[in-house]
């Protein structure tokens, strides 16, 4: 019977905690992640944005971003360069120990672009956050991401302004 097969109940078990969510195991990625949101988007939008403050337990990079709403995702920075705001991805970002780096609109931030929806407001998005220790070794963070046109009350630092798009990213 395929049921007492040691290799076919090895191959289950190894494969129930590869697909396990590190919601699940949240110390899996020693990585607390708060305050998230992904900006609403309308339709023929390509990109938006999402926020988080992250805080490590111990030194970590953020090596990548992954979404099903979109097929590409990145981490980005935006700054002003003169009198130029420049925005760029990054190929990772530095976590220290014990130190929360925030992710928000007109900094740094979670970047999705071509969009295969809009993000509709009042819904979740999936996204997992890949990170990496100092011995390169990944962990992922699975969050169900609040999708609002606004930063939630107390969520973005006064000063900064919505996350900017590029022409076709507002409603015609």
Not at 86 to 114: C, I, N, S, W
Not at 120 to 147: I, N, Y
Request: glycine content about 12%.
């Amino acid at each position: 019977m395929m049921l007492k097969n040691p290799m076919w109940i090895a191959a289950a078990l190894l494969s129930a905690v590869l697909t396990t969510p590190a919601m699940a195991h949240p110390e899996a990625a020693h990585v607390a992640a708060e305050g998230a949101w992904a900006r609403a988007s309308v339709a023929g939008q390509q990109a938006t944005g999402a926020f988080v403050r992250l805080t490590a337990k111990e030194p970590l990079r953020l090596v990548g971003v992954r979404t099903p709403a979109a097929a590409v995702g990145e981490i980005h920075e935006m700054k002003m360069e003169g009198d130029v705001m420049r925005m760029r991805a990054l190929d990772g970002l530095d976590l220290p120990a014990g130190q929360t780096v925030e992710l928000k609109p007109g900094g740094l931030h979670l970047m999705f672009q071509q969009l295969k929806a809009p993000l509709q407001e009042g819904t979740q998005v999936p996204v997992t956050l890949v990170f990496q220790d100092a011995q390169g070794a990944e962990s992922r963070l699975h969050l169900k991401v609040p999708v609002q046109r606004m930063a939630p009350k107390g969520g973005e630092a006064a000063g900064h302004g919505g996350h900017a798009m590029p022409a076709g990213g507002h409603q015609h």
